[in-house]
């Protein structure tokens, strides 16, 4: 009994030591250098400039701060300049790697999900060298942003080490043999850097998305408002042409002449509609390939 009860403190204090315990994994060493012409093409394939300029105040560009609602509290942003105090100007390309691809700081600390590492982990080694080089570039600018304000427990950060064991997996983008070059363009803008399902598909009550309703809308987005299906059934963009997708991803007006607003028309200005023809292209032949599911928002009855 006495082997028995050392065993169990030795194995609590472990499970102790890894919860509490920062455990920073080694970076991978880079000795690419990036191209920041293209690293700035990368930038607006994965829709930095929105969420990490708070706009509302004139913040400066990249600087962070932006406070982003959810139902588990509010996040702010952060900055991702090169400043060395308040950004990411320590960074090493590889810390920056790991961060974007493991949600995991220079220090060893787990980050919340709200930055869509869940969806950068799938991006391509090249794609992350080249939106480094291009913020080593930015205006450094001294940010120091706010705590987030979250509700208990979602605020205790060593718990986000279990979550990413229970939700996170980790991987970078495979194509399928089986699609076409342009499908797997699309795949990949939509899962990867796009991160389209972080805000299009619904959430469980900790905040793992659910996978089985990818992109099918939410009753209760980032900022507190529902999200669209953008599934091809009728509760989505099943009446919808790749045409009519494209040039609402490039202009911000819809099929019915009506225009995207919120969230998305800052997304569309901000971000897609930088985006050539071609991938703008592909992400519709994409989306208009996913299941079509039925609105996540009137299942759970808030449509």
């Given at each position: 009994?006495?082997?028995?009860?050392?065993a169990?403190?030795?194995?609590?204090?472990?499970?102790?030591?890894?919860?509490?315990?920062?455990?920073?994994?080694?970076?991978?060493e880079?000795?690419?250098?990036?191209?920041?012409?293209?690293?700035?093409?990368?930038?607006?394939?994965?829709?930095?400039?929105?969420?990490?300029?708070?706009?509302?105040?004139?913040?400066?560009?990249?600087?962070?701060?932006?406070?982003?609602?959810?139902?588990?509290?509010?996040?702010?942003?952060?900055?991702?300049?090169?400043?060395?105090?308040?950004?990411?100007?320590?960074?090493?390309?590889?810390?920056?790697?790991?961060?974007?691809?493991?949600?995991?700081?220079?220090g060893?600390?787990?980050?919340f999900?709200?930055f869509?590492?869940t969806?950068?982990?799938?991006?391509?080694?090249?794609?992350?060298?080249?939106?480094?080089?291009?913020?080593?570039?930015?205006?450094?600018?001294?940010?120091?942003?706010?705590?987030?304000?979250?509700?208990?427990?979602?605020?205790?950060?060593?718990?986000?080490?279990?979550?990413?064991?229970?939700?996170?997996?980790?991987?970078?983008?495979?194509?399928?043999?089986?699609?076409?070059?342009?499908?797997?363009?699309?795949?990949?803008?939509?899962?990867?850097?796009?991160?389209?399902?972080?805000?299009?598909?619904?959430?469980?009550?900790?905040?793992a998305?659910?996978?089985?309703?990818f992109?099918?809308?939410?009753?209760?987005?980032?900022?507190?408002?529902?999200?669209?299906?953008?599934?091809?059934?009728?509760?989505?963009?099943?009446?919808?042409?790749?045409?009519?997708?494209?040039?609402?991803?490039?202009?911000?007006?819809?099929?019915?002449?009506?225009?995207?607003?919120?969230?998305?028309?800052?997304?569309?200005?901000?971000?897609?509609?930088?985006?050539?023809?071609?991938?703008?292209?592909?992400?519709?032949?994409?989306?208009?390939?996913?299941?079509?599911?039925?609105?996540?928002?009137?299942?759970?009855?808030?449509?």
């Amino acid at each position: 009994m006495r082997l028995i009860a050392i065993a169990a403190v030795v194995l609590i204090s472990a499970g102790l030591a890894w919860l509490f315990w920062p455990w920073p994994p080694s970076p991978p060493e880079i000795a690419q250098r990036g191209d920041p012409e293209r690293g700035e093409y990368v930038l607006r394939m994965s829709g930095c400039v929105s969420c990490h300029t708070d706009q509302k105040n004139d913040g400066a560009l990249l600087a962070g701060g932006r406070a982003i609602p959810s139902p588990f509290g509010t996040f702010y942003a952060s900055n991702i300049t090169p400043d060395p105090e308040t950004g990411i100007g320590g960074w090493s390309t590889g810390e920056f790697v790991l961060a974007a691809t493991r949600g995991t700081s220079p220090g060893g600390h787990p980050y919340f999900p709200a930055f869509p590492y869940t969806s950068y982990t799938q991006m391509t080694m090249r794609d992350l060298i080249d939106l480094k080089a291009y913020l080593d570039t930015v205006e450094p600018v001294t940010n120091r942003v706010p705590t987030h304000e979250l509700d208990f427990p979602f605020g205790f950060r060593p718990l986000l080490k279990g979550w990413k064991l229970l939700f996170f997996e980790p991987g970078t983008f495979e194509p399928d043999p089986s699609r076409s070059e342009v499908w797997n363009r699309g795949a990949y803008l939509v899962n990867g850097p796009g991160h389209c399902g972080e805000c299009h598909t619904p959430r469980n009550a900790l905040g793992a998305r659910q996978e089985d309703r990818f992109l099918a809308g939410t009753p209760s987005g980032p900022d507190g408002k529902p999200v669209p299906n953008i599934t091809p059934h009728e509760d989505g963009i099943g009446g919808w042409s790749k045409t009519d997708i494209s040039f609402a991803l490039l202009t911000g007006i819809l099929p019915d002449g009506d225009v995207l607003g919120g969230l998305m028309a800052e997304e569309i200005e901000d971000s897609t509609s930088h985006l050539e023809r071609a991938d703008l292209d592909a992400i519709a032949e994409y989306l208009l390939s996913v299941p079509p599911l039925p609105d996540a928002a009137k299942e759970d009855g808030s449509g």
